[in-house]
């Protein structure tokens, strides 16, 4: 079965630079939510996405921005990267609009690493 | 604001049973777990909906006490493969995102 595809897998930059990861989720789901985990941490929610919208907004800095494009794949565009920036960042996909009511399937992760 | 879990880590012998509960300041409707491997991504394994809901996956299962705002989940005569970190993520009425818990570290040994 098809699921969520997140590249790059692994990412390295320098202070006050850009990245922008690429999620694409599991055909016909059209939520996509962006969560950080740091190390020993849990999962951080982000910010998501519903048929293209945001749906909803959790602890993102405002330096990150995000979006859903019409073939439902999101794009998390982070700019002026700081040394803390750095974790593993997850994309999740569901088939409906509440997070409580739908199972999300996790992508294997971008971790990215800041110096 | 998040879930407290509890243990935060527990170490099994295999075959051994366990108890992982999760318990919310919030009124919630419903508790997500996951299992998460080192360097991995959460796995979902199952989605409580209503209280007093209990459900079944394989020899690992769970309950949700709505009114107390816990779940447990329950792994019985434990496999090397259900080592790693298991998530509680809950929702609540007016707050649709899933909040994760603070994690319990499992690690099975033969």
């Known amino acids: 079965a098809a699921g969520v595809i997140q590249s790059p897998r692994h990412l390295i930059k320098e202070k006050r630079e850009t990245a922008t990861l690429k999620c694409y989720p599991i055909?016909?789901?059209?939520?996509v939510y962006w969560y950080q985990q740091g190390p020993g941490q849990d999962p951080q929610f982000l910010i998501s996405?519903?048929?293209?919208?945001?749906?909803d907004k959790g602890s993102i800095p405002d330096r990150f921005s995000a979006q859903q494009f019409s073939d439902y794949h999101s794009e998390l565009n982070m700019s002026s990267l700081e040394l803390g920036d750095s974790a593993l960042y997850f994309c999740?996909?569901?088939?409906?609009?509440?997070?409580?009511?739908?199972?999300?399937?996790f992508g294997p992760g971008t971790r990215l690493t800041v110096l | 604001q998040q879930p407290v879990q509890s243990p935060q880590a527990v170490i099994l012998r295999e075959g051994e049973d366990a108890v992982i509960n999760c318990s919310s300041s919030?009124?919630?409707?419903?508790v997500h777990w996951y299992r998460q491997k080192h360097g991995e991504a959460p796995v979902f394994l199952m989605i409580?909906?209503?209280?007093?809901e209990q459900k079944g996956h394989e020899k690992i299962s769970a309950s949700f006490n709505e009114k107390k705002q816990q779940s447990s989940l329950y792994l019985t005569a434990s496999q090397l493969s259900y080592s790693g970190t298991y998530f509680c993520?809950?929702?609540?009425?007016?707050?649709?995102?899933?909040?994760f818990g603070t994690g319990t570290r499992l690690t099975i040994i033969p």
């Open positions: 999740a996909s569901s088939l409906g609009l509440l997070a409580g009511y739908n199972e999300q399937f």
């Open positions: 055909p016909r789901h059209d939520t």
């Open positions: 996405f519903y048929e293209k919208m945001q749906s």
């Open positions: 919030k009124a919630l409707y419903s």
């Open positions: 409580l909906l209503k209280g007093g």
């Open positions: 993520g809950t929702a609540s009425l007016g707050n649709e995102k899933l909040t």
